[in-house]
């Protein structure tokens, strides 16, 4: 069973004040991408990536950045 992931990179980003283009250098992806995961408007994302992301925002998947959810985001 697939399970939505509501994503809060824009307050994650906005507690930890760090910048799109740098925390986007810093995990290899590009600022489009980084974009793109802010907005909720990816389909899937490798766990690399997440695990990256989490420890260069000092975060745990399900905890504080990336929370799971049965409900759709509020657009």
Do not use: F, W
């Not at 994302?45 to 950045?65: F, H, K, N, Q, Y």
């Amino acid at each position: 069973m697939l399970m939505p992931m509501i994503v809060c990179l824009d307050v994650m980003m906005a507690l930890r004040k760090r910048e799109a283009k740098d925390l986007a250098v810093e995990i290899g992806i590009t600022k489009a991408n980084l974009s793109l995961l802010r907005t909720g408007k990816v389909k899937g994302v490798r766990c690399e990536t997440l695990a990256v992301l989490c420890e260069a925002l000092s975060c745990l998947i399900g905890a504080d950045g990336l929370t799971e959810s049965m409900r759709k985001r509020p657009r």
